[in-house]
């Protein structure tokens, strides 16, 4: 059974450095696209950036491109979101997605999402 | 960046009705469409993918259709656990884009 397990909510100051994870389990880590997709308070979906673990080719969507950095570590099959600096905007829901099979991956699994504040 | 418009924004029905909800592309997708469903507090779930297909375990209720511009996305007869957040989300290009969602609030 496919699995995404996301790391627990974080209430962080504004300037201050986070790293989120989310554990894969039930399949090929390696061979499946990943991505994080943002949800702020009662907005819509945003898809932040995507990589393809065996290779680490990454995608990022340009709006958020500089501001964050994806990537894996395929030894403990987890994926991780980071930022340097946050700020107050960053303040959302963030959740993990894994890519289907096929050339033009679409979302069909998500772990439960981690909750980031980001408040003084 | 190819932008999803879904209408309408909110949709009043009431428990045994038929919805429709409408999802638009900005540009051609072929059939590069997914649909979603969100609970409060829940993430979303994938329902249908490729504008038709039903994911797994999702009932027969719902169905996708649509290609190229235009999308729907119909619910036979709807449920009371069918109230929700529904998104469109397309996968032709990147940056994946995900419309603003269509809420099915209770009549």
């Known amino acids: 059974e496919v699995h995404l397990e996301q790391s627990g909510p974080e209430v962080i100051q504004p300037g201050e450095s986070l790293k989120i994870s989310c554990k894969a389990s039930g399949y090929n880590f390696e061979t499946y696209w990943i991505a994080w997709v943002r949800q702020m308070p009662e907005k819509g979906l945003e898809c932040m950036a995507m990589i393809y673990p065996l290779d680490s080719d990454v995608k990022y969507n340009p709006s958020f491109q500089g501001n964050v950095t994806i990537s894996v570590d395929k030894s403990t099959t987890t994926a991780f979101l980071q930022w340097s600096s946050l700020k107050a905007s960053d303040s959302a829901m963030y959740y993990c997605v894994r890519g289907s099979v096929g050339p033009s991956p679409f979302f069909d699994y998500w772990g439960q999402g981690t909750l980031v504040t980001v408040s003084s | 960046e190819i932008v999803m418009t879904q209408s309408p924004a909110t949709l009043s029905v009431s428990p045994g009705e038929r919805v429709t909800l409408s999802c638009r592309a900005s540009q051609s997708l072929h059939t590069n469409l997914a649909w979603f469903q969100q609970k409060p507090g829940q993430a979303p779930r994938l329902l249908i993918s490729?504008?038709?297909t039903r994911a797994t375990d999702i009932p027969a209720r719902f169905s996708g259709s649509g290609s190229g511009t235009e999308f729907t996305l119909s619910i036979s007869s709807l449920q009371s656990e069918d109230f929700a957040v529904y998104y469109c989300q397309q996968y032709k290009n990147w940056p994946r884009t995900f419309g603003r969602g269509t809420k099915l609030e209770l009549k």
């Open positions: 490729g504008a038709s």
